[in-house]
């Protein structure tokens, strides 16, 4: 296998297209991939080949990091400098991945709090991630953006994933428009660090098979893995922390390649009064 494959889990097809994880990609450098999330090294182990197939079809990658990782020590006597550590091995991770270091973005929020900050004015002062989310949309220009799976995983990914699926849309719409012009993300995908997602896109579609969760996938050449896991591992400090998920990653080895999971979503559904009118009718004609 010598190139990645875009497969839709829902229509059970697949193609050499982009155009399948992400719908009507514009070639060369129109397109803007944002990858939220909450630890520093979540975008490299649940979305690195969304990642690398971005930045491979000439997109500018961006990753922004929520949390600063204070938490992020297996040792005692690491605690002291681990969120400067962490800082570091989160650059050196990201450059050697691909990743522009200008366009690496940290928030540093303390690990484990996360949620206390979503909104926009706190009740114990100041601001919320609401201006911080939209600002970094509207000044990058984002056309596309990669969220946290928010079902049964981490505390600050949840928080993250409820942020997003409110506060990306207002980057494109009229709204605190002193805060730069509006800014559409065309298509948002969620990705999972280590949970299955939510079987609720899966329940809704009528899917019968509802182990499928997830509706997107690629299926990447080995080198494409072994990008990720050169990256991964500039991140000594957290290396016995993430043990068992790099092993894991075993198990994507589908013979043909490797596999990555992903939800395609639509953050603002619009409600569809069709099958409400025809349920009304039949219930009114009896």
């Known amino acids: 296998m010598e190139k990645n494959l875009y497969v839709n889990l829902r229509e059970q097809t697949y193609s050499d297209s982009i155009d399948t994880l992400f719908p009507n990609w514009q070639k060369g450098q129109k397109e803007r991939l944002a990858v939220f999330g909450a630890h520093d090294d979540d975008p490299l182990l649940g979305a690195g080949y969304a990642m690398a197939a971005a930045m491979d079809c000439g997109a500018e990658v961006h990753v922004v990091i929520f949390c600063k990782g204070d938490c992020g020590y297996s040792t005692p006597n690491q605690k002291k400098d681990i969120v400067e550590t962490r800082r570091v091995e989160n650059e050196n991770a990201l450059v050697k991945f691909g990743v522009a270091e200008e366009n690496i973005t940290r928030f540093e929020y303390p690990d484990f709090s996360l949620k206390q900050y979503a909104g926009n004015h706190l009740e114990c002062g100041g601001s919320g991630t609401f201006l911080k989310i939209v600002d970094f949309i509207r000044q990058k220009g984002i056309t596309r953006v990669l969220i946290p799976n928010g079902y049964r995983e981490h505390f600050d990914h949840t928080a993250l994933y409820e942020m997003c699926m409110y506060d990306i849309i207002q980057a494109g719409d ?7 012009n509006t800014q559409k993300v065309k298509s948002t995908l969620q990705y999972s660090v280590w949970a299955d997602f939510s079987p609720e896109d899966v329940l809704v579609s009528g899917d019968k098979e509802v182990v499928i969760r997830a509706n997107r996938a690629i299926l990447c050449p080995q080198s494409v893995e072994n990008r990720v896991c050169e990256a991964i591992k500039e991140y000594v400090s957290q290396l016995q922390i993430i043990e068992n998920l790099m092993v894991s990653r075993k198990a994507r080895n589908v013979g043909e390649g490797f596999i990555e999971l992903y939800m395609e979503l639509e953050p603002r559904p619009k409600l ?13 004609e009896k």
Do not use: E, L, W
């Not at 569809?272 to 009114?284: L, M, S």
């Open 174 to 180: 009229p709204v605190v428009s002193d805060r730069g």
């Open 272 to 284: 569809d009064f069709a099958p409400y009118v025809r349920r009304i009718q039949k219930i009114i």
